[in-house]
């Protein structure tokens, strides 16, 4: 298999995985955090339709973010699970003090910390860490970022 369709197969369903992870903590009730519905709602004020076009947003993210990893791996000359699980470690630190705090002035239909919702900014911002979607949203960011992370560099051959 030629390194673009190896990278784009193990990619995709590294991806697969996390967006699995991620919406069963949800359902578990693990966190209230929904990234493919935050991205969404950044596209339409439809929820309902959010949700698909979020979806596709996330797995397209997780994609492109797979080609970084890749990177990472081909620039090293060699990818393992424990490359990939620090990958990993680093990725879900950049989104949860980074990305997450920041995602308020980046969204049309989020409130901020500052400010409280309004009629169209409806979203509850999920504040560093993302601790206002619940205690273990951490957690289950970093594991699912983690095993994203394992999953790509096991998998992926330089």
């Given at each position: 298999?030629?390194?673009v369709?190896?990278w ?7 991806t ?5 992870l ?16 935050l ?23 997780g ?12 620039a ?6 424990w ?23 980046l ?9 409280s919702?309004?009629?169209v ?20 960011a970093l ?7 394992v ?8």
């Amino acid at each position: 298999m030629s390194w673009v369709l190896d990278w784009a197969v193990w990619g995709f369903v590294s991806t697969l995985v996390l967006t699995a992870l991620l919406e069963g903590s949800q359902l578990l009730r693990l966190t209230r955090m929904n990234l493919p519905f935050l991205l969404g709602t950044m596209l339409t004020a439809d929820r309902d339709r959010a949700k698909l076009y979020g979806l596709g947003l996330h797995l397209l993210n997780g994609l492109l973010f797979s080609g970084v990893y890749v990177a990472a791996f081909a620039a090293w000359g060699r990818a393992s699970w424990w490359l990939g699980g620090l990958m990993g470690v680093l990725h879900a630190g950049f989104l949860l003090l980074v990305v997450l705090p920041a995602l308020p002035a980046l969204h049309p239909r989020m409130a901020s910390e500052s400010q409280s919702p309004t009629e169209v900014k409806q979203l509850e911002p999920p504040g560093v860490l993302g601790l206002h979607y619940g205690m273990r949203t951490p957690l289950t960011a970093l594991v699912s970022h983690v095993v994203f992370g394992v999953l790509l560099g096991s998998l992926f051959r330089v």
